[in-house]
C-alpha cells in the first residue's frame, strides 16, 4: 500500500505523511505503535506502521495527521519519555470513544517517537523542519537558543518554546572501585570518556566538569561511543566516565554486576554556583541501592523538555498540552511525566498555545477549591 501525503496546514506549518486506518481500539493502536514506531526512525518508521493495516482503502488515509517527537537512544530516559508523549497524544480516526474520565490524545492524530542521538540531533532537526517536536535537556537547548556548542555552525534557534517539562536527567559521575578519586576535583589530569561528541554526556558533562576547574586543557576528554567507553572504565584506559540520563541507567545498573565502579559525588561550592548560574538545574540525590551496592550520592539533575517551534499552531500546542496532562493525570503515580511540574520549563518560554491550557486548567482547579 503506497504512502499519502496529507496537507494539515491549518495546524502545522508543514506537510505530514498519511497511512490508511482502521477502526480499532485506541489501546491496539498505541501497542502496534510502539512496536513499529518508536523502533523506527523518519517516514520509515510511518512506512513500517502503514503495512501493518494492508487491505484498507486509501480513502481514509488522509483522515490520519502523524505527529513526530524526536526521542533518544533505545532504553535512554529521552526514548522512554517521547514513547510516553507519543502514547499520550494518539487518537486516531475510528478510535474507540472516550469520555471526560479517560485520557483522550489528539483527535485524529498520531504519535511518533523517534529513536535519535539525543538532544542536539532532536534540536537540529526541529530547527530544519524534519520533526515537529523533539525531547531535550534544558542544557542543551538553552545551547540552542544561544547559539552555542554544538550549536555554532546553526543560527541560533530564537524560535525555541516548550510544551512542558517532562522529566530530568541526573549527572552520574562513575569512576573504578580502585579509584583513588574523591570528588570531581581530583579529576585534574585524570582522562574523561563522555560518550559520542554529540550526544547529551557530552554537553552536560563539561559544563558540569568546568564549574570544578576541569577543562580541555587540565583534562584529557575523550568521545567514543557508550558501549567502548565502558569497556575503557573496566580496562583502566580512562580514569572516569560521565554520563547524563534517568537513573538508574541500565549501562550502569549492568556495570555494577560486571565490574566494580563507584559514583562520584556532584557537591561542594562548585555545584551551588552551576546552581545559580543555571537557575533550571537543581541539586538531588540518587537514592541508596539505586545502584547494587552504592550508597546514597549528591548530584545535580536537569529538566527534560518537550519542545516544539513557535510557528506551532496554538489551537494544536493547546491540544497537545492537554492530552499529555490527561494522560499523566489519569496514571497518577505510575505516569512518567509530573504534571505538578509541566510549566517549570526553564529555560524556555511556554508556547503560548500551552500556556493557555495551562492557566486554564489552574483557573479551573481553583474554582473546585
Given amino acids: 500500500m503506497t504512502s499519502r501525503t496529507v496537507d494539515i496546514r491549518r495546524l502545522l506549518k508543514r506537510p ?12 491496539r493502536v498505541l501497542l502496534g505503535l510502539g512496536a513499529a514506531a518508536i523502533g523506527g ?35 535512554s530516559r529521552l526514548y522512554q519519555l517521547a514513547g510516553s508523549i507519543a502514547g499520550a497524544i494518539t487518537n486516531p480516526p475510528g478510535a474507540a470513544k472516550c469520555d471526560e474520565k479517560s485520557a483522550c490524545g ?92 554529540l550526544r547529551d554526556s557530552a554537553v552536560t ?10 577543562t580541555p586543557k587540565r583534562a584529557k576528554f575523550t568521545f567514543d561511543e557508550m ?21 538508574p541507567n541500565p549501562d550502569i545498573a549492568a556495570l555494577r554486576y560486571s565490574a566494580d565502579a563507584r559514583l562520584l559525588p556532584i557537591d561542594g561550592a562548585p555545584a551551588q554556583k552551576l546552581i545559580a548560574r543555571h537557575g533550571f538545574i537543581k541539586a538531588t540525590i540518587i537514592e541508596n541501592e539505586t545502584y547494587k551496592g552504592l550508597p546514597a550520592i549528591a548530584t ?5 523538555l518537550w519542545t516544539v517551534a513557535d510557528t506551532l499552531d496554538p489551537k494544536l500546542a493547546y491540544d497537545l498540552a492537554k ?25 524556555l518560554a511556554l508556547h503560548p498555545g500551552a500556556q493557555r491550557f495551562y492557566d486554564e486548567h ?6 473546585t477549591n
Fill in 362 to 367: 489552574r483557573a479551573g482547579a481553583a474554582s
Fill in 227 to 247: 558501549q567502548p567507553t565502558i569497556a575503557a572504565l573496566v580496562d583502566g584506559e580512562i580514569d572516569a566516565l560521565i554520563m547524563s540520563d534517568g537513573v
Fill in 106 to 197: 489528539v483527535p485524529g492524530l498520531v504519535g511518533l517517537a523517534q529513536t535519535t542521538s539525543g538532544s542536539v540531533e532532536n534540536l537540529q532537526s526541529l530547527h530544519e523542519g524534519a520533526i515537529e517536536s523533539a525531547v531535550a535537556q534544558a542544557d542543551v537547548a538553552a545551547e540552542a537558543m544561544a547559539g552555542e556548542e554544538p550549536f555554532k555552525r546553526d543560527a541560533a534557534q530564537a524560535e525555541l518554546r516548550a510544551l512542558a517539562r517532562i522529566g530530568a536527567a541526573q549527572v552520574q559521575v562513575l569512576v573504578a572501585g580502585t579509584s583513588k578519586a574523591k570528588s570531581l576535583a581530583d579529576l585534574k589530569g585524570k582522562t574523561i570518556g563522555f560518550g559520542p561528541k
Fill in 41 to 75: 526512525t523518519g517516514f520509515g518508521a510511518l512506512r513500517l506502521f502503514s503495512s501493518g493495516l494492508s487491505g484498507v482503502s486509501d480513502a481514509v488515509a488522509q483522515d490520519i495527521n502523524y505527529f513526530r517527537i524526536g526521542g533518544g537512544g533505545v532504553g
Fill in 205 to 214: 558533562g563539561p559544563m558540569v566538569l568546568a564549574a570544578y576547574g576541569i
Fill in 323 to 347: 492530552a499529555l496532562a490527561s494522560q499523566s493525570l489519569a496514571a497518577g503515580d505510575k505516569s512518567p511525566i509530573d504534571f505538578a511540574l509541566a510549566e517549570n520549563t526553564g529555560p
Fill in 16 to 27: 505530514l505523511a498519511g497511512a490508511s486506518a482502521l477502526r480499532l481500539d485506541r489501546r
Fill in 300 to 304: 545535580l539533575e536537569v529538566p527534560i
